[in-house]
């Protein structure tokens, strides 16, 4: 099984200097907790989550208007995948760096499309009672979710 064959087509996005009020809109009217910030051919320079637009109100004391997305991304090492890699190839890499989405490159480094952990558990479930020589087996799936989703030992320590 592939990254093309449950990927999302359609992600959204923004530019870096969008501000974080209008990607949390994008976010509410997209109905999905992530935005792809891209540059002006479409290569993707960084993720935006709904918990990041969350911590960096609570940590920068600053309204969401003011601060842009590149603010969010610019120190983060962003990891993408291609739509002929296998669903194990992202899960594994999503299981490395501890993350729960990957932006999709076409064959320029253009974004094609993204692959969440959401997309995966719920394609397995589709599909668990169906049985296929390429199909990743629920069980793993829930491994790689388990590792991805634990807390890691990130602490902040935010003054008042």
Known sequence: ????????????????????QDVAMQMWNHDCGAIV????????????????????????????WEMR???ITNH???YCCVPEDSIKHALKLMEKHEIRRLPVLDKDGRLCGILSMGDIVAFTNARAGKA?????????????????????????????
């Not at 099984?1 to 974080?20: E, N, Q, R």
């Not at 910030?37 to 004391?61: C, N, S, Y």
């Open 132 to 160: 296929a020589a390429n199909q990743i087996a629920a069980a793993e799936t829930l491994d790689y979710l388990r590792h991805v989703s634990s807390h890691h030992g990130h602490q902040v320590t935010v003054s008042h």
């Open 76 to 78: 983060r090492e962003l």
């Open 1 to 20: 099984m592939y990254v093309k064959d449950i990927m999302v087509t359609h992600a959204a996005t923004c530019m870096p200097g969008t501000s974080l």
């Open 69 to 71: 997305a590149e603010e």
């Open 37 to 64: 910030v891209v540059d002006a051919k479409e290569h993707p320079l960084g993720i935006v989550t709904d918990r990041d637009i969350a911590m960096g109100a609570a940590l920068q004391h600053r309204p969401l």
